[in-house]
């Protein structure tokens, strides 16, 4: 054998004695790592009563007792005092983690549209 390939020969199986484990006991447990807890904001806004769907119905009865359109008032209770389904619904969330619904209604005289955050009337805006 040549004397230039021993040494790379002692090499390989050093490295590979180093890869194949005679031992018999099993290897240390590690410690499952705990899961983070989720912040709030990943579960969504709480929201109490009845909402808009994407479709303009709202999701359970309304209870709202609003008598005018002002801000402060409910999804459901825009509806109701409208007396007709919306002609668009947008439902989405913020960054902030709060429910933003935008609401449209086409009216013979023009447009309407109602901007709420976490189901109260937040404003009005009329083009």
Do not use: H, W
């Not at 609401?103 to 976490?118: A, I, K, T």
């Amino acid at each position: 054998m040549d004397a230039r390939v021993l040494p790379g020969v002692a090499l390989v199986a050093l490295v590979l004695s180093a890869c194949i484990s005679t031992r018999s006991e099993p290897p240390s447990a590690v410690a499952p790592m705990a899961a983070a807890p989720a912040p709030s904001a990943a579960l969504g806004p709480v929201i109490d009563g009845p909402v808009l769907g994407p479709d303009g119905r709202c999701t359970g009865t309304p209870a709202g007792t609003a008598a005018a359109i002002e801000p402060g008032i409910t999804e459901c209770d825009l509806v109701r005092l409208k007396g007709k389904p919306a002609t668009d619904v947008l439902v989405g969330e913020s960054g902030k983690g709060q429910r933003e619904v935008q609401v449209l209604y086409s009216e013979p005289g023009g447009r309407e549209l109602y901007f709420f955050v976490n189901n109260s009337l937040d404003r009005v805006v009329k083009p």
